[in-house]
């Protein structure tokens, strides 16, 4: 397993690539045929929430994020008090930044170390297969040492603004999940940190790809976070979510945000009906972080901003205390966010053995 101080290979811009007009992918970005992506065309889509519908309709609207919560681990929340313009700015703006020149990004090339900045690829393990993407990966709270690149020179300004929605918007998620789940209304927050969550983002960018059929934009992975709020692009479907073992594409609502359970939340549940504790199956409690991936485009380039709200990193993240007895053992050893997150970098985007490879305390 490689390590996390450089990249064990020289890493290329994915975009140079697209733009060479080469007609063949590198053999590095074929991945093997059962993960090859199928263009699914089916009616189904994730559920699309009103969360307006929270002043009115408070008890409906509860429900219904209880059920996406359990069911789907995704859903697309509208009428959520962000600025509509701002919802069509943000993925403009990182747009307007990948198309910068080549010198521009390279000043702000990232390491693995704590993937801040521009970078092509996720993972160190050697030789891997990698993923047609170019990102720029930003770590906003705590306030430290933010990498804001200076162009467009709106680019911070901007996303000030739109983090400080998407810190207000998790904030009633997480209050609204606790609530869902029967817990005091501040308890997810407080397991989170309180106030002293954990933000950062990955600005997207899938270049055109002469052929998406042998390829995908982003592997198959569950957020490793808190939970992710996603905003696709306006134009370009691409995001596909795992449900029953078939692929979904999703259908994006125009203005809304895509929600999703990360990894954190589902550790902190460990109630799922398994072999290891198959006599404690309390179905309303069960949250999922759920597999996702991107399917890429021979004519169209596609640009998201995933935005991930994290606990604490060295807080401790562990099952509710009440809720592990010995009929219902904990599934999950406890390890901080930090611990668990460096072992996701190290590995790259890998479908979700990451958090079902982990053992169980003894
Ligand atoms: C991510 C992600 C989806 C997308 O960045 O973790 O899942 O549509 N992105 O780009
Ligand atoms: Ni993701």
């Known amino acids: 397993m490689g390590s996390l101080c450089d ?6 811009c994915v975009q140079s690539l697209s ?3 080469d007609l063949v992918i590198p053999d590095q970005y074929v991945k093997p045929p ?5 263009l699914c065309f089916n009616n189904v889509n994730i559920p699309v929430i009103d969360l307006a519908g929270l002043v009115t309709s408070r008890e409906a609207i509860m429900k219904q994020i209880s059920k996406a919560c359990r069911e789907w681990g995704f859903f697309q929340l509208v009428n959520h008090g962000v600025r509509t313009v701002l919802v069509d700015r943000v993925p403009e703006i990182w747009r307007e930044f990948f198309h910068e020149p080549m010198e521009v990004k390279q000043k702000y090339a990232n390491s693995p170390k704590t993937y801040e900045g521009f970078g092509s690829r996720l993972g160190v393990e050697k030789g891997a297969i990698l993923d047609w993407n170019d990102y720029y990966y930003l770590n906003y709270l705590p306030h430290c040492h933010t990498k804001w690149p200076s162009q467009p020179p709106s680019l911070r300004e901007v996303m000030e603004e739109y983090s400080s ?7 009633v998620l997480l209050k609204i999940f606790s609530i869902n ?3 005091e209304e501040d308890y997810l927050q407080n397991a989170f940190g309180g106030r002293d969550i954990e933000a950062c983002l990955r600005a997207n960018f899938y270049p055109k790809c002469p052929q998406p059929d042998l390829t995908l934009g982003l592997s198959s992975h569950s957020d490793p976070g808190g939970m992710t709020f996603l905003l696709p692009d306006k134009q370009v479907c691409g995001l596909q979510i ?19 359970i990360g990894d954190q939340l589902q550790v902190k549940f460990p109630l799922d009906p398994k072999p290891l504790n198959c006599q404690f199956v309390l179905s309303n409690a069960i949250y999922k972080s759920v597999e996702h991936r991107v399917v890429v485009n021979p004519d169209k380039e596609r640009v998201s901003l ?25 599934l999950y050893p406890s390890m901080t966010f930090d611990e668990y997150r460096r072992f996701i970098r190290t590995r790259g985007p890998h479908g979700k053995v990451q958090v079902d490879s982990l053992k169980p305390p003894r």
């Not at 059962?34 to 199928?38: A, D, G, K, N, V």
């Not at 995933?306 to 809720?323: G, M, R, T, V």
Request: net charge positive; aromatic share 8%.
């Open 34 to 38: 059962l993960e090859r992506p199928i």
């Open 242 to 260: 795992r449900k029953n073992d078939q692929w979904i594409t999703v259908k994006p609502t125009r203005h809304a945000i895509i929600i999703n």
């Open 181 to 183: 789940l029967g817990l």
């Open 19 to 21: 733009e060479s007009g």
């Open 7 to 12: 990249w064990p290979e020289p890493v290329i």
């Open 306 to 330: 995933a935005y991930f709200y994290n606990p604490k990193n060295d807080l401790l993240i562990q099952p509710i205390p009440e809720l592990v007895t010995s009929k219902t053992p904990a």
């Open 165 to 171: 929605e998407i810190l207000r918007l998790g904030a």
